[in-house]
C-alpha cells in the first residue's frame, strides 16, 4: 500500500511539493537576510558611528561621516551580494532537482543497469 | 446531520502509514541511511568501483522516502466539509488519533479504549484528577454509541474554534456522551464546563511545543546595523525584544491584544510616549512583553516601530550604581541620550512611579521631562491608578497617553494562569490542578487585596508550589491550606473536633461571659453558619451591634470570642471610637500605617480571620461612622491607598452604652429580652442616637442586660481564675469562701458600672493579701490557702 500510495502522489501532488520546497528556500533568504532594510539603509552610518564632540571640526567630522557610511556601505553591498548568489544557486540546483524529479524513482531500478555494464564516474 | 468514521477513507489509510513511516525514529533512519548511501556509493564510484550504483540504491530510497513522508504523509490538512447531512469525522481528525481508531462505527468505549494509554488521557486523570473508572464503567458500549462521541466533538471544535479534533476532543465527548455524567463528576467536585475546558488547554499546550520547534525568524542579517551600539543600556537595562529572540514569548496575552494594537497605534503615531495604568499585578509588564514579541513577529506592526527593542530600566542597579541624586540624574540622562542616538530604542519603565519621586526619593521628573515632551524617544510607563492620580499634580501629565490595563474576567485569568504556572511547576517539580487554579482566582480574589488578577492568583500559586513540594501534585486543597497558612484564616471545611468545638461554643464563653445568653448564642450561630458554608461568603462573618451599659460583658464577650474561635487575644482588632470624635479623624481611621505601627485598616489586611471591635461607636463622628456602611454591608473597605481591604473572615462588633439608663429601666420592668432590643432601637433611631441606616445594617442588635449580685459572684470566680492562673508557675491555689465572696460583691456592686469596679476589688482585697503574704514567707509555692471575708477586710 505504501509503494502505491507513494507513486501515487510522486508523480501529482509531489510536483508541486518540490517546486514549493524551492520557493520555500528562496523565501528563507530572504528572511534569514534583512534584504529590505538593507537596501534603504545602504548607505547609512554604521551602527550610527559618527562624530559628535564639539571640539571636533566640520571637516574632521565630514571625514568621520563618510568613513561611517563607507564602511557600512561595503558590509551591506556584501551581504546583498551574498544573498544573490545564494539565491541563484537555490534556483539553479532547484530547476536541476524538478528536471530530475520524474526519473528519481526509478534509479532504483535503473542503477543494478549501470552496475552491471561496469560503468563508473 | 449524521457523523461517520470511515477508517478505509484515503485520508485515514495516510494517517495509519504516517504513523510508521513519518515518526521521528522513521526519520533518523532515512537520513542515515539516505546520506550514507548517496556518501559511500559516490565514494566507491569515485574510486572506479562500480558497485557504487548498488550502494546508491538504499540512498535514493532514503531520499524517497524522505520526501514522501514530508511532502505527503505530514500534510494533515483538513478535506473541507461538502455536505453538512453527512460528515466524515476523519475528513478533520488528527493523524495520530486516526491512526489509533481502527474500527468501522466505534462505539463510545471502543473510542476511550482507543485512547487510553494517550498523553490525553493522563491528562485528564492528572489536570482534573478524572477518575478512570467513569470511563471504564460508564462509557457507553452499545453499537452506535460512537454517533453521540462525534456530535460532542463536533461541539466542541466549533465552540473552541479548532481545526481538527485530537484525543482530548475525542475523550471529553465520550465523558460527555455518557448518562448522567454531570451527577457523577459532581462527586468528585467537577463539572461539565471545567472538564470541557481540557479542550482548548491541552490544544493550547499542543500549538505551544509546536511553536517553541519552529524555526523563527526577526529580521534577519542587518537588521540592526543602521542603529546605534547601547553600552550603558546593556549595563541598566533589560532587553526584552533580545530575551524573546533567544526563549520566544509563550504567554496567552490574547485578551490583551486590543491593548497591543493601541500601544502600537501611539508610539507609530508620533506621541512618544505610552502609559499603562493599571493595579498591581494585572499583567503590565506582560502587556510590555506581548508588545515587543509583536515587533518582532507580527507583520502586521506599522513599519515605524517595527522590530524596535523593547529594553526596561534596572532601577535597583542603577540606584546602587548612582553615589547621590546629582549621579543618578546625569546617568539616567547619558541613557536618554543613547536611546535617542541609537534610533531603535523604546525605553520601559516599570514602576514608573519611583522614578517621579512618587513613593521613593527619586525624582527624575525634570529629566524625563523633556523626551516626553518633545517626544524624541519612545517610552513606556507602566504605573498604579494611585500613582497616576498623584502624577496628575505633574507638569508631564498632558503629554502622557494612558491607557488602561484592566484585570481580565475568570476565564481569561484562567487561561493566563494556565501559561504561567509551568515556571512554578519546573523549579518545584510540581503540577497543578485545574481545581487548584480555580481555587487559586477565587481565593485570590477574596485574601490578596493588594493585587489584581492574574497577578493574585498567581502568587497563591507559586506559594502552593512550594507548600506542595513533597505531594508533587498541587490540588485545591493545597491551595487552600496555603491561604490558611499565609492569612491565618479557616478555610477547610471544619473537622471532627472542630465541628464539636462549633457546637459547644456557647458552653466556652460562658466561661468568660457571665450570663448574656442571648449575646453568646447570636455571635455562635454566626459562627456555626460561617463554617458551614451557610453564610453569604460576601459579608462579614457576622455583624452586632452590642447595646448596654459599663461592665456588662461586651468587650469580654468580645474577647472571649477571640480566645476560644479565632486562636487567642491577638486576633481581637480594637478600635477605639473616642479616638475618631472629629471628622478629620477619617482620614486616620482609612490610613493602613500610623508612622511605623500598623492602623485599623493595617491590622485587619494582616490578620483577616479576627474580630473586630468598634468600641463606644456612638463616640465616633458622623463621616466615620459612614465610612464603616459598606464594610457592614460588602465585607470591604477601601484604606486611603486605595486598596481593598476585607472583613469578609472577620466578626464585626460594635458596642455602644448609649442609653444605658434606658436599658436598666428595661430590664427592671421585666420585660422579653427581643421585645425590649425591637422597642429600644427604635428608640435609639428616633432620639437620633444612630442613623437608621447603621442600626439596620447589622445581623442583631444585642441588649446586654445588666448584672445582678448573684451574677458578680460568679465574676468574681472568673477574675480568681485568672489570678490563679497567673499563680500558676509558683503552684499556688488560691479560694475563696462564699463568704468573701459575698463581702466583695456587696463592697463591689454599683449598678452603673456592672462588673467594672469588680477586678479593682479583687486586686485590693485579694491579690494584696496574697503578694504580702509571699513576702512575709507566710505563703510558700505549692501552698493553696482559703481566704475569708476577716483575712480580705483587713487588706485595704
Known sequence: MAFWFCL????????????????????????????????????????????????????????????????GFL???????????????ITLVGLVFLILWPVIPLLPLSLPVLYFMGVTL | MQLIFTPASKRARRARLAKFYANKWAYVGYKIIGLSGLFFGFYLLYIDQPSGWLVLIPGVIGGILYAWTKGDLKNESVIPIRAQELISTDDYMDFATIAKLTQNDPSAYDIYKALEKSEAHYFLQNRFLLPTEIFEEFAPKNKGSGQAVWLYAEQLRSSYELEKYSDITL????????????????????????MESAVPWLSDIHQKRALAKEHKFFGGIGRDWAFGYTPLLRAFGHNISAEIERYGFFSDTSHQLPMIEQMAKTLAGGNGTVTLVGESGVGKTTCVHAFADALLENPKMPSEIKHRQVVALDAPMLIANAKDPGQMEELVLRILNEAHKAKNIILFFDDAEVFFGIGSSIDLSHVLQPAIESSSLQL???????????????????????????????????????????????????????????????????YVTNQAMPGAALTILEQAA??????????????????????????QASDQAESTELLNLEAELH?????????????????????????NPNRPIGTFLFLGPTGVGKTELSKALAKVYFGSESSLVRVDMNQYVNESDLSRLLAPMHGNELGFLGQVRKTPFCVVLLDEIEKAHQSVINSFLQMLDEGMMQDSDNHNVSFRDAIVIATSNAGAGKIREFISNDEEAELTENAFVEELISSGAFAPEFINRFDEVVIFKPLDKDELTSVIDLILKDINKNLDDRKIQITLTPAAKQWLSEKGYDPKLGARPMRRMVQRHVENVVAKRLLEQTLHPGQAITLDVGDIEKSN
Open chain 2, 171 to 194: 475523550l471529553v465527548a465520550v465523558l460527555l456522551s455518557i448518562p448522567n455524567v454531570d451527577l457523577m463528576l459532581n462527586n468528585f467536585g467537577l463539572d461539565l464546563k471545567e
Open chain 1, 75 to 89: 558590509i551591506r553591498l556584501s551581504v546583498l551580494l551574498y544573498a544573490v548568489v545564494w539565491s541563484a544557486f
Open chain 2, 380 to 446: 513606556i510607563l507602566a504605573m498604579n491608578p494611585g500613582a497616576w492620580q498623584q502624577l496628575h499634580k505633574s507638569s508631564v501629565i498632558g503629554k502622557l497617553q494612558p491607557l488602561t490595563v484592566s484585570a481580565p474576567d475568570k476565564t481569561n485569568s484562567i487561561q493566563v494562569l494556565r501559561d504561567s504556572i509551568s515556571v512554578a511547576e519546573y523549579k518545584n517539580k510540581v503540577l497543578f490542578t485545574y481545581q487548584a487554579l480555580e481555587e487559586a482566582y477565587d481565593l485570590g480574589l477574596r
Open chain 2, 466 to 491: 512550594v507548600t506542595g513540594k513533597e505531594q508533587k501534585l498541587i490540588t485545591k486543597e493545597v491551595v487552600r491550606q496555603t491561604v490558611e497558612q499565609i492569612y491565618s484564616i479557616k478555610l
Open chain 1, 8 to 71: 501515487r502522489w510522486w508523480y501529482s501532488a509531489g510536483f508541486r511539493f518540490a517546486f514549493n520546497q524551492i520557493g520555500h528556500e528562496l523565501h528563507k533568504v530572504g528572511k534569514k537576510i534583512a534584504i529590505e532594510t538593507l537596501i534603504k539603509t545602504l548607505f547609512a552610518p554604521w551602527k550610527q558611528i559618527s562624530s559628535t564632540g564639539y571640539h571636533q571640526t566640520l571637516g574632521q567630522k565630514l571625514a568621520d561621516a563618510t568613513v561611517s557610511r563607507t564602511i
Open chain 2, 511 to 535: 466561661k468568660y461571659v457571665i450570663n448574656q445568653d442571648r449575646a453568646v448564642e447570636v455571635v455562635s450561630d454566626a459562627l456555626r453558619r460561617a463554617r458551614s458554608g451557610v453564610s
